[in-house]
T-cell receptor
Framework: SQTIHQWPATLVQPVGSPLSLECTVE??????LYWYRQAAGRGLQLLFY??????ISSEVPQNLSASRPQDRQFILSSKKLLLSDSGFYLC??????????????FGEGSWLTVV | DAKTTQPPSMDCAEGRAANLPCNHS???????VYWYRQIHSQGPQYIIH???NNETNEMASLIITEDRKSSTLILPHATLRDTAVYYC?????????????FGKGTKLTVNP
């Protein structure tokens, strides 16, 4: 069966510091990968998605970036965090291909507090 | 992606059926209706999805109207652990991938 792992689960970072959140998926090949963010009291916002190694699409302009160095690894980064980057970050995956009926599955999330 | 409209909150008695409505009047023919739920501080959990026909699984039933402009998620026997925010999403493949656009969902509270 497929599993998704995301870490760290919780982190507190000062303004201006770098960020690295990592996500890995097991049990599947060439998955579509996603990063979402949920700010306090708000819905989920898609940040990035990837259909393959080195292929990243950005949904919103911001000081975050994503990379996919390996087939089942997705990394969310920032060089300098802002207070507004605080939130709940979720990695997700779906089976390869572009069928609208493919389900997207979420990890357990990472709580980021920028202070 | 088509937008969805859900009531912000609902209450349900434990053991009774919870019926969560969703309007998606601008849905296109190839867009699926997905339901997820999110318990506080956890990642969204997939519940069910459908295109045209009603669907049922071990968690819930999904009733889609014939014109596909609205749907209802039914939890047949709600328990306290079903208290969560429920998201109705319509989704289509585009640009080489599928994307989910979440709204604010319905906060379902199951009362003892």
């Amino acid at each position: 069966s497929q599993t998704i792992h995301q870490w760290p689960a919780t982190l507190v970072q000062p303004v201006g510091s770098p960020l690295s959140l990592e996500c890995t998926v097991e049990g599947t090949s060439n998955p579509n990968l996603y990063w979402y963010r949920q700010a306090a009291g708000r819905g989920l916002q898609l940040l990035f998605y990837s259909v393959g190694i080195g292929q990243i699409s950005s949904e919103v302009p911001q000081n975050l970036s994503a990379s996919r160095p390996q087939d089942r690894q997705f990394i969310l980064s920032s060089k300098k965090l802002l207070l507004s980057d605080s939130g709940f970050y979720l990695c997700a995956w779906s089976p390869p291909g572009t069928r609208a009926g493919n389900t997207i599955y979420f990890g357990e999330g990472s709580w980021l507090t920028v202070v | 992606d088509a937008k969805t409209t859900q009531p912000p909150s609902m209450d349900c008695a434990e053991g009774r059926a919870a019926n969560l409505p969703c309007n998606h009047s601008t849905i296109s023919g190839n867009e699926y209706v997905y339901w997820y739920r999110q318990i506080h501080s956890q990642g969204p959990q997939y519940i069910i999805h459908g295109l045209k026909n009603n669907e049922t699984n071990e968690m819930a039933s999904l009733i889609i109207t014939e014109d596909r402009k609205s749907s209802t998620l039914i939890l047949p026997h709600a328990t306290l652990r079903d208290t969560a925010v429920y998201y109705c999403i319509v989704r289509v493949s585009q640009g080489g991938s599928e994307k989910l656009v979440f709204g604010k969902g319905t906060k379902l509270t199951v009362n003892p």
